[in-house]
Structures are given as structure tokens and as C-alpha cells.
């Protein structure tokens, strides 16, 4: 049989581990998942034949090489920065590799070595990154494809809460790394183009820079900047493009109230607070305003960011019961940014039955015989509960299914690679509409870039 090891079963593991089971047979597979801790593993993989799982610590050398050596691909669902441990290994022993993950600048050094040896390290084939990648190139390359300029491209993603469980005031549950969401944002300027002119917007602007976005049947986002809109400019051949923002999707009043957390500080992630695991939570929200004798926390907090007793983004903090002197951070030596996930983590974690969203929207500005385009497409993909997440498709679908193309000779070319040719987008794709994962694409009046961050 031929083997292929998953390494790391969490969250965003669920629909690939079934989907490589349900394939298994057919393509002959023994699937091999390896975890630090095995007990999740166990529960997603039932009692499937040609499934098991085993304990392995990516640290130690000697169970993780030779993990890698008895299989013929490898799955690495590890936090990114583990994903170089992994590779190493692959290279030494003549293995492919797939992951979810950003290219690191340490697996792009790898490179040359992958090349040399005929293997496959495919990066960035899960949702954002990946089918975002998969869904953009199609569209640029049907657009070039009949002479087609291409002057725009915008491009966003949200990871959020489906209608029928959006049960809070901020409309959003964590279906992600919580601690990737408190964090999001920081580590320098957002950059963009547009119409031409470079674009940057700072940390502490970032959430109130936002602009809508309207999904048929599903009513109106909005979306504030990624930090890097033009990492992928020559890798999408758009040098020479007028418009290019990439951006995250909330629903529409999330970015104003979270603006609150980071005037404040409380997404800070630099720094520990001294006797952190004694503090309530209204001593962490205290900790960050003046001193009186005399106002309240609550007070103190609506003077400082001037936030009127009847503004909605007023309920939103009492939601989220920071005002609470009975609850305790119990957190030692935390960062702000690791105690307001806790806190968090209290309202925003799916229930059992809570199902999430994914949405992706796209437009494309073009130039053809000298007059002005547009197509939208958008993507909506609704999970079915807290294990079989809407993220977990969207993620480990793409990462299976690149896996096994790879091992059947139908992705061939060597190297480092992201999902951007059509070797690698039209299968893919294709078989995703199986799974409910499509894109509604519509040419529509060309409207040119969003005039509200003009």
C-alpha cells in the first residue's frame, strides 16, 4: 500500500483525514497520522482499516525521521514554524511535502535542493492561503487568455460565524487560531496600491480603515487590509496593475468595537504583566487606565475612548463580561494579548453544534478593446458543527487532494510551489464543486476601486 503521513490532527484536520479514509481503498492508502497527543486523532479516525494513528513528538529526531522515511508523502499540519523540521527530513529522504502554510524563507531556501532531487514542497494549498491562489489564477488567466489588461484586483477572506449560530453582538466565534486573531494586524504598516499610488496604513488606524462588501444572500461585510497586499504582485504577473488590496472580512461593526482592544493596549503581545494570574478580569481592563479614588472602571474606560453609555460598542464589552471582578486571568507571567484571548476564547468558542462560515469575495478590473471590466466572484462554504468546520473543508480538502494528486504523477513539477499553475488550480478545483466548494463568478459594471478609502 502506499503510505502517506499526516503529521498533526488538529482543528483544520478533520475533513482531510476523512476524505484521505474515504479515498483509501480505492487508491490503495495506508494513512498514517502522527500527534503529540492522540486522543482527537483516535475520535477522527473511528475504527478505519487502513487508518492509525501513533505518538510523535516533531522533536524528537529519531521517531520524526523515521516517521518520514517509511512514508511516500507527507502532510505537515503543524504550526508553520515546525513545517522546516519536517522538510529537512524530506529532502534527506527523497519525500514530497505538503502544507497549508505561508512560504517560509527557510523551506524557500530549500528550493534548489528540492529541485535537484525531483521533489514536490507544495506550500500555501488550503483556503487563505490556497483556494484564494487557485480561484484568482483561473480568473487572471482566462482575462489574459482573450487579451485582457488586468487594472484591479482585490481579493478578501472570513473566517466567521454562520448565520443560524451568530448568537453575540460582535457576530463572530473563533473557527481559527484564536491567538492568530488577537495578534492580527501587527509587525508593521498594511500596504496596498491604489490607482496607482502606494497605500500604507499603520497598527493603530488599521480597524477603522475598512471598507464594505455585499454577498448575495448573505447580506453586508466589511474588511480591513492584510499587512502585505503586495507580496504576491509578480507572482500573479500583475506588475504593472493600478489597484491591488487583499484584505480580512468581519461583519459589518467588529473592527470599530476591536479598535477599542488596541487603543488600549490588550492586544500587545511584547511584554508579560506582573502577577497576571491573580488579576479578575476587570483588574486586567483597569490596568490600562488612569488611577482615581472616586470613577469606576467602567467610567474611567467610557471617558477615556468616549464611548457614550448608548453605543453598541459599549454592549459589546459588557458581552464580554470584562468587567467581572469574580473571574480570574489565571495566566502566569501573560502578555496582554494572551489574557484577552482567554477572555475571549470564554464567549467566542463554538458550541458543540455551531456551525461556521467561510467567505471569500474577488474582483477583477480589466482592459479589453480599449474599454473597462469587472467580475466578482464570491465563495460561501457553511460548516456543520464544532469538528467538521467549514474551516477544516476549506483547508484540509485542498491539502488531501494536492497530496494525492501528487502521489498519482498528476502534479509533476519539482521545486518549492504555491497553487498557482494550472497543473495544480483546475483539478483541484474542479473536484472541490463536488464537495459544495464554488465560486459564483459575474461580469458587472465596472465600478473601479471601493471610493470610501480613497
Known sequence: MRKILVIGSGKSTSYLIKYLSDKSNEENLCITIGDLKIDNTKKLI?????????????????SRTKAIKDADIVISMLPARFHIFVAKDCIQHKK????????????????????ANHLILMNEIGVDPGIDHMSAMKVLDIIRAKGGKIILFESFTGGLVAPESDTNLWNYKFTWNPRNV??????????????????????????????????????????????????YQNVYG????????????????????WNIF????????????????????????????????T??????????????????????????????????VELKNATPAQILQKILMDKWT?????????????????????????IDANMVVLGENQTYTAMAKTVGLPVAMAALAILNGKIKTPGVQ????????????????DYGITFNEKEVPYLGYNPLNN
Do not use: C
Request: zero cysteines; hydrophobic letters at 35%.
Open 182 to 231: 488577537v495578534i492580527a494586524g501587527q509587525g508593521g504598516a498594511a500596504k496596498f496600491l491604489q490607482e496607482g499610488t502606494y497605500k500604507y496604513i499603520p497598527y493603530h488606524r488599521l480597524f477603522r480603515r475598512t471598507e464594505f462588501l455585499d454577498i448575495d444572500g448573505f447580506g453586508r461585510f466589511e474588511a480591513y487590509a492584510n499587512r502585505d497586499s503586495l507580496k
Open 295 to 328: 470613577d469606576s472602571v467602567e467610567l474611567k474606560l467610557r471617558h477615556a475612548l468616549k464611548i457614550d453609555q448608548d453605543d453598541i460598542v459599549w454592549d459589546k464589552l459588557e458581552e464580554l463580561d470584562i468587567f467581572n471582578s469574580n473571574k480570574k
Open 418 to 433: 504555491i497553487p498557482i499553475t494550472k497543473e495544480v488550480y483546475e483539478p483541484i478545483l474542479k473536484e472541490l464543486e
Open 46 to 62: 473511528s475504527t478505519h482499516s487502513n487508518v492509525n494513528a501513533i505518538s510523535l513528538d516533531i522533536f524528537n529526531d529519531i
Open 96 to 115: 514530497h511535502m505538503v502544507t497549508a502554510s505561508y512560504v517560509s524563507p527557510e523551506i524557500q531556501a530549500l528550493d534548489n535542493d528540492a529541485r
Open 262 to 293: 488596541v487603543v488600549l493596549g490588550m492586544t500587545d503581545d511584547s511584554y508579560t504583566i506582573e502577577d497576571s494570574e491573580n488579576m479578575s478580569y476587570r483588574d486586567f481592563v483597569n490596568a490600562f487606565l488612569p488611577y482615581s479614588h
Open 350 to 374: 463554538l458550541a458543540e453544534d455551531d456551525k461556521d462560515m467561510i467567505v471569500m469575495y474577488h474582483k477583477f478590473g480589466y482592459e479589453l478593446n480599449g474599454k473597462k471590466h469587472q
Open 238 to 257: 500583475l506588475e504593472n496593475i493600478k489597484t491591488l488590496y487583499r484584505g480580512t472580512m468581519r461583519r459589518v461593526g467588529f473592527s470599530r468595537a
